[in-house]
Each structure stands twice: as structure tokens, then as C-alpha cells.
């Protein structure tokens, strides 16, 4: 009994050891850089996975891009003071609808990382899964390319998880109003953004990814909402059952479409003409991709491999043939050729007789 105490504690220390090593394992890696471009981050930066840290107001909408944790850090330059904020996501679609989420309408588009917007001395990009909201207290011509540098030192995710979302692909892009585009994943971002239809109608169930933009044309405007489904036959279904929930208006246009798996509608004053022609630039095509060995290949093919071996049956036939013909009729020719000599090896290599019968 003593024995057991003893190595339970010591079992029980074991599997505490094996299971920190795992969690330190699995720790994701720190986003913000301590130096970048000059700027140095103090102390006492904040770290932590609670969403409402970094947005009270949209905390659930941050859950719904698959937010994971946030780094938040106020670094100097000199004089000079830069507050960084850093959510980080499970991929960069996650990234990439947060960052069209807060991206506002006065907004200016820069080139830093995957994508970028500024508003005087606010900036706001995201690169590879991380979204990086920064606040200068004065911009610079500089400005651009330190942060340029940081987006550099941010970590990246590889795997499926690094690519962008497919859907803003068949987004039309004529027309558009600038900085209109979102790109939806959840009940809670569809609401806040305005959308013609609400979430019961789109049903989240199905996982669907949404795209909402703002269309003008010759001084008219309208909502227009792309809804990437799982299946062309939930797409169907739910466009049957958006378009019984949204009967024609006096004065409003509604025109809604089916392109494989997208359902795209129109809602707003535009003209008819217009929506058709916005709703006829969507068209879905299905990219197949073999993934799996068909089994088409002439290894792999069983009339290959029966004819490969009746050419190799044909072959041993033939030398068989050649070879015995050789042997036969090089023994008449020896003995014509060379009779004495060829008796003579006859006579070493007769058989001993042994005359029983006498």
C-alpha cells in the first residue's frame, strides 16, 4: 500500500508535466512585434480572448469572424505616440469580413497588407488572419510604409485556412458604391449592416456566406445581397421562400435570381432595366478539381496489364523456339562439318552400358 502512495503523486505530477507542455504546444504566437520601423512597445500591452475587450458594442459580431484572441499595445517614437490594436481570427475569411464590418463609407483605401483603409490619423488593415486597427496622434509621410513594416511581422496562418473567401469573386464590381462592401457570416453582422433580408429568411442553419453592397446608377440606388449556399437545392429553396416574403412594391424594385449555389437580389429604387442587368453580371461556375486516382492509368489498367503479359508469353515462346532450333540443328551441322572430331566427343560421352541380360 505504502508503493502505491508513492507513485501516485508521482503519476499524477507526470500527466500535469505532459499536459503544460501540450497547452504551451498549442499557444498561438504573439502578434504584435516589440520594435518595428523605429517604434517601440512598452510594458504594458494587454492581451486576453474576450471579444467585448476589443468592441463592447459588437463583441458577438467579432464571435461570429471567429475571433480568438486580441493584443493591444501603445508604442513610441520619440515624442511621437501610436495606440495598435490586433484581433486575431481562425482564418482570413475571418479577418476579412471583420475588416469589411468596420470599414466606413469616408474611408481611403491604402496598400498596406491584404487589404487597408484610413480615415486621417486612424488605419485600419488586416494580413494573413490578424486585423490591425492602429491610431496615430499625428500622420506622417512615413506613416504608410511603418506600417507596411509591421504588417510584415505579423504572424500568418498557411493550409486552407489562409485563402480568401471565393464569394467577392462574383460580387459586381461596376457601379458599386466605394467602401459598401461586406462580407456576412452571421446573424448579428447581418443585422447591424442593414441588409434588405433578415436573418430567418436567410437562414444561418445552412451556413451560408453573404456578400451586401450598395448599387447606384443614374442617380438611383439600391441594396444588393449575393448568398453563397452549401447546395444549388438550399439555394433553390431559400429563394422561394425570400421571394414569398418580399411580394412587389409600388415604388420599389425587388428582383431575385438563382446562379448555382448564389442567390443575388436587388432591393431598392433602381429601375428594372438596371437590377436585371446588376443581376445578370452574377453567374456561377462549378470548378472540378480530380482529387482522386480515377483509375485510368495504363499501370492501373487490367487490359494493359493482360495484353503486357501476353507479349511477355509470346516472347518466352519465341526464344524457346529460336533456342532449341540453335541447339538441333547445330548438332547435324557439327556432324557434317566435323565428323571425326564430333565421333570422337560421341564416344567420350556415351553412356556406360551395363549388359544385364548376359
Not at 492581451?47 to 480568438?68: H, N
Not at 471565393?166 to 457570416?185: M, Q
Not at 443575388?264 to 482529387?291: F, H, I, P, Q
Amino acid at each position: 500500500m505504502k508503493i502505491r502512495f508513492q507513485i501516485a503523486p508521482l503519476l499524477t505530477l507526470l500527466l500535469l508535466s505532459i499536459t503544460l507542455v501540450g497547452q504551451e504546444r498549442k499557444a498561438p504566437p504573439q502578434m504584435l512585434p516589440k520594435v518595428f520601423a523605429g517604434w517601440e512597445k512598452s510594458p504594458d500591452f494587454k492581451a486576453g480572448t474576450d471579444p467585448a475587450i476589443v468592441d463592447p458594442a459588437s463583441g458577438r459580431v467579432l464571435k461570429e469572424y471567429g475571433f480568438t484572441d486580441f493584443e493591444t499595445a501603445t508604442y513610441t517614437k520619440g515624442d511621437r505616440k501610436l495606440t495598435v490594436k490586433a484581433a486575431r481570427f481562425q482564418d482570413v475569411s475571418g479577418a476579412y469580413g471583420a475588416f469589411t464590418f468596420y470599414r466606413a463609407p469616408n474611408m481611403q483605401t491604402e496598400s498596406i497588407g491584404a487589404l487597408a483603409a484610413s480615415a486621417n490619423e486612424r488605419v485600419m488593415f488586416f494580413s494573413s488572419n490578424v486585423l490591425v486597427m492602429a491610431q496615430f496622434d499625428h500622420v506622417t509621410a512615413q506613416s504608410a510604409g511603418e506600417l507596411r513594416e509591421l504588417a510584415q511581422d505579423l504572424p500568418a496562418i498557411t493550409g486552407p485556412s489562409a485563402s480568401l473567401p471565393s464569394l467577392p469573386n462574383y460580387f459586381p464590381k461596376k457601379e458599386l458604391v466605394a467602401n459598401s462592401a461586406k462580407f456576412i457570416l452571421g446573424p448579428e453582422a447581418l443585422a447591424m449592416s442593414g441588409a434588405p433580408v433578415n436573418a430567418s429568411l436567410v437562414d444561418f442553419s445552412t451556413q451560408p456566406e453573404i456578400m451586401l453592397g450598395k448599387y447606384a446608377a443614374d442617380g438611383n440606388n439600391a441594396d444588393f445581397m449575393l448568398i453563397s449556399y452549401p447546395t444549388p437545392e438550399i439555394a433553390g429553396a431559400r429563394l422561394r421562400t425570400i421571394e414569398a416574403a418580399n411580394p412587389k412594391q409600388d415604388g420599389t424594385t425587388f428582383q431575385i435570381k438563382r446562379s448555382g449555389p448564389l442567390v443575388a437580389l436587388v432591393k431598392g429604387n433602381l429601375s428594372n432595366g438596371d437590377a436585371k442587368s446588376l443581376l445578370g453580371r452574377v453567374n456561377y461556375e462549378a470548378e472540378v478539381t480530380w482529387n482522386e486516382n480515377a483509375g485510368n492509368s495504363k499501370r492501373d489498367n487490367i487490359g494493359n496489364l493482360v495484353i503486357a503479359a501476353c507479349i511477355l508469353a509470346g516472347l518466352i515462346f519465341l526464344i524457346s523456339v529460336v533456342t532449341g532450333g540453335l541447339f538441333g540443328f547445330g548438332r547435324v551441322m557439327m556432324e557434317r562439318v566435323f565428323p571425326k572430331q564430333y565421333a570422337a566427343h560421341e564416344q567420350k560421352t556415351e553412356f556406360i552400358k551395363l549388359h544385364l541380360e548376359d
